[in-house]
């Protein structure tokens, strides 16, 4: 999904970071005051930001900049920090141990590859549900009263990368654009 975004009615200003935008919204602020300016998160939903003050205003109250990186820092305990492993009890029956110890790099090693091959299973619904949702969001905020949006809407999440591209066709350049965007996982295989 892409990052935040900002509008200003059909146009899309800026698009990055949450500072990023959020210093962008400022200083569109500063130059047209009553601009009506949407800003939205890469899950598609509006959120507001306090605009007030500085860049280093904005990026305390964002929670981004310095905080950062003290949490980056902060001393790690013992163990393999790089693949961050945390000791705990499974329970199996005595057959599903000794499959495990059978395998290749034993019991960890298999038990590993069991779970990251039904995270990958289990990850493509996920990511296409959390895409349609995101995209239903945008378009509701941005395209709610728009000819097509019951269509666009059907479309999306029926799985119709066809018709949903139709429904859009007409609507201005960026709400599309960020509608695919938002939208691309939704229609993978």
Known sequence: MSGYVLFEGDRRLASGSK????????????????????????E????????????????QRL???EGEAEADAAPRGRGRPKL???????TLLPRHWEWLAAQPGGASVALRKLVEAARRESEGPGRRRAAREAAY????????DRPG???MSRALFAGDAEGFATRI??????????LRALAAEAFEP
């Open 63 to 65: 929670g981004v900049g």
């Open 44 to 59: 598609g939903r509006q959120v507001d930001f306090d605009l007030r003050g500085g860049p280093e205003d904005l990026a």
């Open 19 to 42: 500072l990023e935008v959020a210093m962008a919204a400022q200083a569109r602020q500063a130059w047209a005051p009553e601009a009506s300016l949407l800003i939205f998160d890469p």
């Open 137 to 144: 969001r945008f378009g509701s905020v941005m395209a709610g």
């Open 169 to 178: 066709a007409d609507w201005p350049a960026d709400i599309a654009g960020h």
């Open 149 to 151: 949006f019951e269509a």
């Open 84 to 90: 961050g492993v945390t000791a705990r009890e499974v």
